[in-house]
Structure formats: C-alpha cells, structure tokens
C-alpha cells in the first residue's frame, strides 16, 4: 500500500490497458474512478473490480464534458488497433482532441497531474530508427491511420499548450506496441490474431512479406512505466518513449506463436495495410534516465502468459476468468 491515498481517474479504464491500470492502483491503496464508453472496452476487464469500495465505473464518452473531483488523472480513452480506430475515424479524432480538451480542462480546474497516453504512431512511417523522442515523425495526414496519428499528434500538442499557457503539470508517454491478456480476441492487432488463430488450427495472416519489425512490451511493464512517469516531478513532462526495444520481425513473431502454442496452422500471405509502418522500435533512454524504467518480462514469457489467457477465454467462449 502506498504511504497517501489518492482518487485517480483513468479513462478508458475497461479497456486492455485501463484495466490493468486500474488494477494497480487499486492494489497500492488508491480509489479509482474508472470512465469508459465501452466502445472497445469490455465489462469483463473490470467485472472483477466491480466489488471493491474503492472502485467506481462511470459511463461516460470523453468527447463531452465531465464534472467530477479526482487528485490525478490518466487519459487512455481512445480504440488503439487500426480495425477498431479505422470504424469510425470521425469519433476518433473526436476521442483525442475533444477527450483531450475536455481532460485537460477538468485537470485545469482542479490543479491535478494529467498523464496523456500517447503512442508511437505520431512517428507514422518512421524515416529515423529507432526513435527516439526528438524525432518528428512522417505521418500521412490524409491517409486511413492519420485519424488517430494525428488526432494523438494533436491532443500531444494540447497537452504542451495547457503546460506552457496555464502551467498544468503534464506527463506525456509514447506507448509502443504493447500486448497481453486482456487484448480483445477480434480487434485485430498482431498479437492477438496470431494466438487466437494459432489456437484455432486457423491460417496465421502475415500481411506483406512479414519482414515489417515491430517491438512487443508486456503490459506489465508498460504500467509500471506509467507508474513511474506519474511519479516524477512536477518539471518532467516527457514525452517519454515506452516500450520493449526488442525488435522483431512479424513473420518471427508467428513463428515464436507457433511453436509456443504447438500450432499446426499455417503461414498465409494477405495485402499490406496503406501507410502500415514498416520497422518500428523504440529507443528508451529517456525511459531509463528519468524513469529508472527498463521492460523486465521477455518476449516468450509474456507470450506464454497471453496464450495462456486467450486459450481460457476460448474454452469458456469469450469469458474468460480475470488475471
Ligand atoms: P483499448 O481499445 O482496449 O482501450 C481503449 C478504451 O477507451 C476502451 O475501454 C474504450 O471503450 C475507451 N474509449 C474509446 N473511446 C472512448 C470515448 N470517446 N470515451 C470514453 N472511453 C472511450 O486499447 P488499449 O490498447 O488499452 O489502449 C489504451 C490507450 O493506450 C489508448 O489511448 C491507445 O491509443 C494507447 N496506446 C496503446 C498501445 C498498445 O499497444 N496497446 C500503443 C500505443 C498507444
Ligand atoms: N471541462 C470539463 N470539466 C471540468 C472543467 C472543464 O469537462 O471540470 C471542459 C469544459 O467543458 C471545456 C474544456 O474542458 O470545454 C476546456 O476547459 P478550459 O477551462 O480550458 O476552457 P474553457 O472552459 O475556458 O473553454
Ligand atoms: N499484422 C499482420 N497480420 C495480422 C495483423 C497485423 O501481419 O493479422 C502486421 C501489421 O501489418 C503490422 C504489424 O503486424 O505491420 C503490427 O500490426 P498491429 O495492428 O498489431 O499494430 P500497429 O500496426 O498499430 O503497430
């Protein structure tokens, strides 16, 4: 348990990530208003949190203003795999920049610590490898992914503006691939189709040629960055990169899923996505100076967790037990 006890807000709290958040801060003795329009999130992320006296669920969207009195805040409302975003790009645009606006507002208001989850795609197609947070980016502002590249890239933005114009302490962290339990099983993202198809005997879609790289975090890891970043003093801002720098290709990513889960299926070849980046990883220097932060689980250990947690949730048809 930790020494004070704050109220802290997350919102998109059901979500994959928001519920482990939630789920933290819980244990180290916090109250957690958790708010969340269920547009990807799922009753089942929290239902196991729903009995605690110091958790509170609050249907809300973002987008439209909200009136409440909490110490700290986190914003991570926002559908984060290209399927989902892509559904309705207008909303998530909306989600950032108005979600942002309107947290940032709140946190205006009441003087309290706001931490942005930002992500890795405000680089776009990387020209600069690995990034590193000086970089710019290259991002296709009129491309299918440019409604949450640069609806992130804006809310990043508000963010610095509400820190230089109205002095708000602002903590803004560049999340790079994460997966774990709890991904939704049809959102589409890497990890999460690869098991879910490796577990069904089904074909394993490599778009392209799968030599395009990414750099898996365990979610573990990811929220004890979080953790840390809000901790730091009022002066550190960020944006600090969060991520696992190992970088591996797709088509080794499937091969590691098959042999993890002792899969017969096989290797299919499908178009790649516009504008889908095509070697990404993170440098985490900043990450390890300011934050003391390095990721601890490898990359066959939090496989196996997240195997282990699709292969629950498909044996129990789509609810899985809590973990
Ligand atoms: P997720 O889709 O599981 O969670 C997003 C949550 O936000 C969901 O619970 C959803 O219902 C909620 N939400 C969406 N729109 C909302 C709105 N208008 N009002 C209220 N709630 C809303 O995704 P995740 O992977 O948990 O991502 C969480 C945050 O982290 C997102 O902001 C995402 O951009 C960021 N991020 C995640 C990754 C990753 O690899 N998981 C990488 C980079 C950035
Ligand atoms: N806001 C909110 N909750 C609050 C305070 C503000 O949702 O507790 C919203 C408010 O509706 C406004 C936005 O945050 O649209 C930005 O607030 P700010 O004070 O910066 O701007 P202003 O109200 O002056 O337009
Ligand atoms: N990808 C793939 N097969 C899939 C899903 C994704 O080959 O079934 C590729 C996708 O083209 C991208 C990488 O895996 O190059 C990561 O995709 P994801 O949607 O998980 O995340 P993001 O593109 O946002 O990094």
Known sequence: MSLISKRVMVTGGAGFLGSHLCERLLAAGH???????????????????????????????????LYVEVDEIYNLACPAS??????????????????????????????????????????????????????????NTLGPRACYDEGKRCAETLFFDYHRQHGLAIKVVRIFNTYGPRMHPDDGRVVSNFIVQA????DITLYGDGEQTRAFCFVDDLIEGFLRMMGTPRTVTGPVNLGNPHEITVRELAERVLA???????LVFRPRPQDDPTQRCPDI???????????????????????????????????????
């Open 82 to 139: 290209p399927v989902h975003y892509q559904h309705d790009p207008v909303q998530t645009t909306k989600t950032s920049v108005l979600g942002a606006i309107n947290v940032l507002g709140l946190a205006k208001r009441l003087r309290v610590p706001v931490l942005q989850a930002s992500t890795s795609e405000i680089y776009g197609d990387p020209n600069v490898h690995p990034q590193r947070e000086e970089y710019w980016g290259n991002v």
């Open 260 to 266: 993890l889960t002792g899969s017969s299926s096989r």
């Open 199 to 202: 577990l069904r005997g089904d």
């Open 31 to 65: 109250e957690v208003l958790c708010v969340d329009n269920f547009f990807t999130g799922r009753r089942s992320n929290i239902a196991h949190l729903l009995g605690n006296p110091r958790f509170e669920l609050l249907r809300h969207d973002v987008t439209f203003p």
């Open 285 to 323: 220097t900043k990450a390890r100076d300011l934050l003391d932060w390095s990721p601890k689980v490898d990359l066959e250990k939090g496989l196996e967790s997240t195997i282990a947690y699709f292969s629950d949730l498909l044996s129990t048809g789509g609810k899985a037990r809590p973990r």
